[in-house]
């Protein structure tokens, strides 16, 4: 595992000592009105002198306007190149802040902090960046790794279930592309657990490893993404929806039923495995209601999607629970068909 990820529940002097050896110009914080409240009473005494910057909190708000507030508040601070942003939130803040400063007079320092499960399993590791544009997810962004990751499982305390489950979809698919043992074990037992910290370990221990192998996702880093073609699609889709809003990773357990019906189809999963999948994600997962509509609309989305090539859909497939595969096109009837599916579950 990368040596700048620090997992446990007492990592946090590491964000001190993080912030003391490398001798920062400037330290500023990006927060939003939740972790302002519930984390940043946590991280304050490990921070040396700083500021605050607010933002609005939820994936509606990871936009360019955002972003220019981010900008514009850095500059009134006077951070410069050799300043760093600490970036404690969800996916949300990670994401944004960590374009936010990776873009600042062509790029400063960030260390993200995550405190939900969702962002401390994913999206806090690898150094994707990026924000939300004209209702499609993460379409403006780029690869910027973070000095540091600090990862402290007590900030799940905060969460509700459904941020946890959200967070919990990740997790499963690092299962289902990297360790069908896991898999296994863990369809018997749920989402129930009293050790986070051993989940998070052997999650980002997976992602990390992906990423290390390929890191501006040239070939073997694309299965992370298994599940995220028809996911984004519906989150992108239901985001422009008021009142029917998923959270990423509700988005990507739809993805996922649907990408494991298309790696049936395509002969690399069979009936056996679909089902063992099928089974485990609706015991956790409430189902989406889709109309024909819905799902004519979601699978357009699709063609948007960054892994596309040449107009072709290219999806990451599962060859058998435990393994992926890349670069496998699929036709916008199939999208379409993989939606029926579900609905039908």
Same mark, same amino acid.
């Given at each position: 595992m990368n040596e700048s990820i620090y997992i446990g529940r007492a990592v946090l002097p590491q964000l001190k000592a993080v912030l003391q050896n490398l001798a920062f110009s400037k330290v500023a914080v990006l927060v939003d009105e939740n972790t302002l409240h519930h984390c940043y009473p946590q991280v304050k005494a490990y921070l040396p002198e700083h500021d605050l910057i607010q933002i609005q909190s939820g994936e509606a708000h990871k936009t360019l306007q955002t972003c220019e507030h981010i900008w514009q508040r850095m500059t009134e601070l006077n951070l410069d190149r050799w300043s760093v942003l600490v970036n404690l939130g969800g996916g949300v803040i990670g994401d944004m802040g960590g374009f936010c400063a990776a873009t600042f007079k062509r790029g400063m320092y960030f260390v993200q902090v995550p405190t939900t499960l969702l962002a401390q399993v994913d999206a806090s590791v690898g =150094?994707? $960046?990026?924000?939300?544009? %004209?209702?499609?997810?993460?379409?403006?962004?780029?690869?910027?790794?973070?000095?540091?990751?600090? #990862?402290?499982?007590?900030?799940?305390? *905060?969460?509700?279930?459904?941020?946890?489950?959200?967070?919990? /979809?990740?997790? #499963?698919? %690092?299962?289902?592309?990297?360790?069908? /043992?896991?898999?296994?074990e863990q369809r018997h037992i749920g989402l129930f657990t009293d050790d986070w910290d051993a989940l998070i370990r052997h999650s980002v221990g997976i992602k990390s490893a992906v990423v290390e192998a390929d890191p501006l996702?040239?070939?073997?880093?694309?299965? @992370?993404?298994?599940? %995220? $073609?028809? =996911?984004?699609?519906?989150?992108?889709? @239901?985001?422009?929806?008021?009142?029917?809003?998923?959270l990423h990773g509700e988005a990507i357990a739809v993805g996922m039923l649907c990408e494991a019906y298309l790696s049936m189809k395509h002969d690399l999963l069979n009936k056996?495995? @679909?089902?063992?999948?099928?089974?485990?994600?609706?015991?956790?997962?409430?189902?989406?209601?889709?109309?024909?509509?819905d799902i004519q609309s979601m699978a357009k989305l699709a063609l948007q999607d960054?892994?596309? *090539? %040449?107009? $072709?859909?290219?999806?990451t497939l599962l060859q058998g629970i435990g393994k992926?595969?890349?670069?496998?096109?699929v036709t916008l009837a199939e999208i379409q068909e993989s939606l029926r599916y579900y609905q039908l579950l």
């Amino acid at each position: 595992m990368n040596e700048s990820i620090y997992i446990g529940r007492a990592v946090l002097p590491q964000l001190k000592a993080v912030l003391q050896n490398l001798a920062f110009s400037k330290v500023a914080v990006l927060v939003d009105e939740n972790t302002l409240h519930h984390c940043y009473p946590q991280v304050k005494a490990y921070l040396p002198e700083h500021d605050l910057i607010q933002i609005q909190s939820g994936e509606a708000h990871k936009t360019l306007q955002t972003c220019e507030h981010i900008w514009q508040r850095m500059t009134e601070l006077n951070l410069d190149r050799w300043s760093v942003l600490v970036n404690l939130g969800g996916g949300v803040i990670g994401d944004m802040g960590g374009f936010c400063a990776a873009t600042f007079k062509r790029g400063m320092y960030f260390v993200q902090v995550p405190t939900t499960l969702l962002a401390q399993v994913d999206a806090s590791v690898g =150094g994707k $960046t990026g924000i939300d544009f %004209h209702g499609l997810k993460n379409h403006i962004g780029v690869y910027k790794e973070p000095r540091a990751v600090i #990862i402290d499982p007590t900030f799940l305390n *905060t969460l509700p279930q459904r941020q946890l489950k959200s967070g919990y /979809a990740e997790i #499963i698919k %690092h299962w289902l592309i990297a360790d069908a /043992a896991a898999f296994e074990e863990q369809r018997h037992i749920g989402l129930f657990t009293d050790d986070w910290d051993a989940l998070i370990r052997h999650s980002v221990g997976i992602k990390s490893a992906v990423v290390e192998a390929d890191p501006l996702e040239g070939g073997y880093r694309k299965v @992370l993404n298994f599940g %995220h $073609t028809v =996911g984004h699609a519906v989150e992108s889709y @239901l985001m422009e929806k008021p009142g029917r809003e998923l959270l990423h990773g509700e988005a990507i357990a739809v993805g996922m039923l649907c990408e494991a019906y298309l790696s049936m189809k395509h002969d690399l999963l069979n009936k056996r495995e @679909l089902d063992q999948i099928e089974t485990f994600m609706v015991s956790i997962y409430e189902k989406v209601k889709l109309t024909e509509e819905d799902i004519q609309s979601m699978a357009k989305l699709a063609l948007q999607d960054k892994k596309n *090539t %040449h107009s $072709t859909i290219n999806c990451t497939l599962l060859q058998g629970i435990g393994k992926a595969v890349w670069d496998q096109p699929v036709t916008l009837a199939e999208i379409q068909e993989s939606l029926r599916y579900y609905q039908l579950l």
